[in-house]
T-cell receptor
Framework: GNSVTQMEGPVTLSEEAFLTINCTYT??????LFWYVQYPGEGLQLLLK?????DKGSNKGFEATYRKETTSFHLEKGSVQVSDSAVYFC????????????FGKGTTLSVSS | EPEVTQTPSHQVTQMGQEVILRCVPI?????FYWYRQILGQKVEFLVS????????KSEIFDDQFSVERPDGSNFTLKIRSTKLEDSAMYFC????????????FGSGTQLSVL
C-alpha cells in the first residue's frame, strides 16, 4: 500500500542555517505530494504541494521537488528563522476527491537565535 | 482566512465512556475528514464524508466509531465505548470541490482516556 517515510526528528538548527527534511514515498500510482506544517497550538496547514514528477512546490522560502526516480520529496529552505519552528509533515494523496491523505510521522524543527 | 473549528481542545474521559468530538468545517466545503495522531506516531486517516455519507474509511474506523453531520454545520465523531488506545489528538479537516487538493485542518482535540 501507499506510505510515506520522513526523517526522524527533532531537528535543531541555528537561525540562518540550511534546512533539509527528507521524505520518501511508496505509491502504486502517480500521487500528489504535500508538505504540511503545524505551528504550536494550531492545526495542520498546507505549506506546498506538487502534483506530478519534476514539479517544484514552493512557499515562504521552502521548496520541494517531486522526484519520481528516487520517490522523494525532500523539503529545503536556505535560511531558517526562529518562526519556522514547527512540526513538518510529508503526505501523499491519490488525486481522487475525498480520498485519504497518507502522512508521515512528522519532523519537529526547532530554530534558535 | 476561513478556518475549521474543533471543540473541545482537550477531553478527558474514563474507559468505556462515550465521547463526541465536534467540528465546524468551513461553510462552503463539501468533503469532511477525521484524522488522528497517537503520540509519537503518524497522522492516520480515519474517515471521509461526502454528501451525507461515508465515502472512505480506514481499518481503524470500526463499529465503535461513527460520524454525523447533524445540522448542516457541525461534523461530529463519536466513539461509543472508549479504550485506552483511543487516546490521541483527533483532527477534523474539510475541503472544497477540489476534494483533497487542499485540506483545511482544525487545531485538534486531545483525547485522553483514563
Amino acid at each position: 500500500g501507499n506510505s510515506v517515510t520522513q526523517m526522524e526528528g527533532p531537528v535543531t538548527l541555528s537561525e540562518e542555517a540550511f534546512l533539509t527534511i527528507n521524505c520518501t514515498y511508496t505509491a502504486t500510482g502517480y500521487p500528489s505530494l504535500f508538505w504540511y506544517v503545524q505551528y504550536p497550538g494550531e492545526g495542520l496547514q498546507l505549506l506546498l504541494k506538487a502534483t506530478k514528477a519534476d514539479d517544484k512546490g514552493s512557499n515562504k522560502g521552502f521548496e520541494a521537488t517531486y522526484r519520481k526516480e528516487t520517490t522523494s520529496f525532500h523539503l529545503e529552505k536556505g535560511s531558517v528563522q526562529v518562526s519556522d519552528s514547527a512540526v513538518y509533515f510529508c503526505a501523499l494523496s491519490e488525486n481522487q476527491a475525498g480520498t485519504a491523505l497518507i502522512f508521515g510521522k512528522g519532523t519537529t524543527l526547532s530554530v534558535s537565535s | 482566512e476561513p478556518e475549521v473549528t474543533q471543540t473541545p481542545s482537550h477531553q478527558v474521559t474514563q474507559m468505556g465512556q462515550e465521547v463526541i468530538l465536534r467540528c465546524v468545517p468551513i461553510s462552503n466545503h463539501l468533503y469532511f475528514y477525521w484524522y488522528r495522531q497517537i503520540l509519537g506516531q503518524k497522522v492516520e486517516f480515519l474517515v471521509s464524508f461526502y454528501n451525507n455519507e461515508i465515502s472512505e474509511k480506514s481499518e481503524i474506523f470500526d463499529d465503535q466509531f461513527s460520524v454525523e453531520r447533524p445540522d448542516g454545520s457541525n461534523f461530529t465523531l463519536k466513539i461509543r465505548s472508549t479504550k485506552l488506545e483511543d487516546s490521541a489528538m483527533y483532527f477534523c479537516a474539510s475541503s472544497g470541490p477540489d476534494g483533497n487538493e487542499k485540506l483545511f485542518f482544525g487545531s485538534g482535540t486531545q483525547l485522553s482516556v483514563l
